[in-house]
């Protein structure tokens, strides 16, 4: 399905299966005898959406890790694993620092206000549309689970206005702020609008802020780029699930984030996918995988202002 500026979607279609898709990557990863992350409800989320294929990979039933890229999508598991990790390390990091004010852009099945371990007064807000916000609570309520910290829901598309909507839920711009855009800045938006959710989140930050983001694009523009996407959602269509991620992210050259931070006066560290792998004490990635998406077209970067 091409995407459109006005388009709408739920964790069962277009970029919403994505967020399940990841969340069904972390809990296999939550499943494995030595686990780097643990996420004890992204197989309850899972579920509740009802993909058959989402709900067997969060089982640990598909083995979706052939390193010779023959799903399309080599490590899939280690790769959102390694993501889910170097964010909480992040959180952890900024918290120790002193933040106490979290904003978590598209949340989607995040669930780190309910399994992080937060320091006393720290308020969590998550945006996202309303009927993402919905399902996620109470899914969760449904299975006995709370939040770890004062927890605050900013239900609007990010098409909207946002800033707005979370001051009216108590955000102070005054402040010093840690923010996350996990997944969000990969290609789902059109890169106008990338630059305008950063320069919206730069008007909202504090002197001592902090940002963390992916960024890039899910859709290479090689042909090998192509090919791997053909095959990943051939891989998807065999298990009953049209999902063409490639086919969901807009095209153009979408923004360098880092750059952008930099540009504005924040200094920035960034990281690459082996660079995560590392940190997660995973087995490097090949060079094969290396050249390949995510590996090859997806940055990482963390700032402070």
């Given at each position: ?67 010779d890229g023959g799903v399309g999508f080599p490590r899939m ?225 963390t700032a402070v202002l």
């Open positions: 399905m091409t995407r459109t500026d006005d388009d709408t979607w739920d964790l069962a279609s277009s970029v919403g299966a994505t967020a399940t898709m990841v969340a069904a990557a972390r809990a296999a990863a939550t499943r494995r005898p030595q686990p780097i992350i643990d996420d004890p409800f992204a197989e309850p989320l899972v579920r509740a959406v009802g993909i058959d294929v989402f709900n067997r990979l969060a089982a640990g039933e598909l083995d979706f890790e052939a390193e598991t280690d790769t959102f694993a390694a993501r889910a990790r170097f964010y909480d390390d992040y959180f952890s990091q900024v918290t120790q620092a002193g933040i106490r004010q979290v904003v978590i852009v598209a949340a989607g099945l995040d669930s780190r206000a309910y399994r992080l371990s937060w320091p006393a007064g720290t308020t969590v807000y998550e945006i996202d549309q309303p009927e993402v916000i919905e399902f996620k609570t109470s899914t969760l309520s449904k299975i006995g689970a709370t939040p770890t910290t004062d927890y605050r829901t900013v239900g609007i598309d990010l098409r909207e206005d946002w800033p707005a909507a979370l001051r009216e839920a108590g955000f102070d711009a005054s402040q010093p702020t840690a923010w996350l855009a996990e997944g969000v800045l990969i290609g789902w938006l059109p890169p106008e609008a990338e630059v305008r959710l950063m320069d919206d989140v730069i008007s909202l930050s504090a002197a001592d802020s902090r940002f963390a983001a992916d960024y890039g694009s899910v859709a290479g523009t090689s042909p090998e780029a192509r090919e791997q996407a053909q095959r990943l959602a051939e891989t998807w269509r065999r298990h009953g699930l049209e999902l063409d991620v490639a086919n969901l992210a807009y095209p153009g050259e979408h923004t360098d984030i880092a750059a952008h931070l930099h540009a504005r006066g924040w200094d920035v560290l960034r990281s690459s996918l082996a660079d995560l792998f590392l940190a997660a004490g995973l087995p490097e990635i090949r060079t094969a995988f290396s050249d390949q998406v995510p590996a090859a077209t997806i940055g990482f970067v």
